[in-house]
C-alpha cells in the first residue's frame, strides 16, 4: 500500500505564489508517475500537472503552463507544485496522486489541501 500526503495550500492573494509538497510511504518502488489534479466547488476534478517519478517528462494542463511547475525527488519520494502568479480561478481542494508503471489510472490519492486566491 501507498500513503500519500499533501501539504502546503493556504490563503494567497492573487498574483501570489504557493508551493505544494506531497510525500510518498509505504511500497512505493513500483511507482512511476505522479500528479497533482484539483477540484473547485460545483466542478468536476481535473488534472494539473504529472511527472515521472525520476523526474521527467513532465506534463501540464494548458491553464498550468508557464505558471506552475512541478518536480519530483526520487530519493526523498516527494513531489513539489510550484504555483506563481495565482488568478481566483485557481481556488480549488488540490489532490496528490500516483500510479505504477502500465497503469492508465492514479490508484493511491492523498486527502488533498485547500488553495483559495483572494484578496
Known amino acids: 500500500q501507498v500513503q500519500v500526503a499533501e501539504s502546503g495550500g493556504g490563503l494567497v492573494q492573487p498574483g501570489g505564489s504557493l508551493r505544494l509538497s506531497c510525500a510518498l510511504s509505504?511500497?512505493?518502488?513500483?511507482?512511476?508517475?505522479m500528479g497533482w489534479f484539483r477540484q473547485a466547488p460545483e466542478k468536476v476534478r481535473e488534472f494539473v500537472a504529472s511527472?515521472?517519478?525520476?523526474?521527467?517528462?513532465?506534463y501540464y494542463a494548458t491553464f498550468a503552463r508557464g505558471r506552475f511547475t512541478i518536480s519530483g525527488n526520487g530519493a526523498k519520494k516527494t513531489v513539489t507544485l510550484q504555483m506563481n502568479n495565482l488568478r481566483p480561478e485557481d481556488t480549488a481542494v488540490y489532490y496528490c496522486?500516483?500510479?505504477?508503471?502500465?497503469?492508465?489510472?492514479?490508484?493511491?490519492w492523498g486527502q488533498g489541501t485547500q488553495v483559495t486566491v483572494s484578496s
Open positions: 496522486a500516483a500510479k505504477e508503471d502500465g497503469r492508465q489510472d492514479y490508484d493511491y
Open positions: 509505504g511500497r512505493t518502488e513500483a511507482l512511476s508517475d
Open positions: 511527472v515521472r517519478w525520476r523526474g521527467s517528462p513532465t
